[in-house]
């Protein structure tokens, strides 16, 4: 996981020739590993078809304004029953897309997955609301 800021920079007349800058965009980056395989039905392969994770994931290939919902939770701590966590949430579109084929009936794929739009981040016990981003107003 990744967060990059874009920055502008700017030069002030008078300043000694020093630049400064202001952070105009924020994008979070996520590299992913997965290994997919082909849909069961029961413990019969179903030919020709794989798992639905692995049809958002690949739509990817052919439709570059697919998007994906991420959520990462990385848990901080436990205090009781209530579980702490630091939680990141964006739309993704998925970037830098690589598959193998490992093994029989299954898919090795590598991607990035780039936010687009808001991202939410907050520190939350499990129990509380969404972050969910939403568009501005």
Known sequence: MAFNDGNTEFYLLGGGGFADSVIVTSQATASVTSY?????????????????????????????????????????????????????????????????????NLVEVTFDLTSRGRIGIHQNASNTGSIIPVAPN
């Open 36 to 104: 997919f395989q082909k849909d069961v039905d029961g413990t019969v392969f179903i030919p020709n078809s794989f798992d639905e994770a692995f049809q958002v994931i690949a739509a990817s290939r052919y439709d570059k304004n697919h998007e994906v919902y991420v959520e990462i939770n990385k848990q901080l701590g436990v205090s009781g029953t209530t579980y702490y966590y630091d939680r990141v949430a964006f739309a993704a579109c998925v970037m830098n897309y690589s598959e193998s084929y490992p093994a029989d």
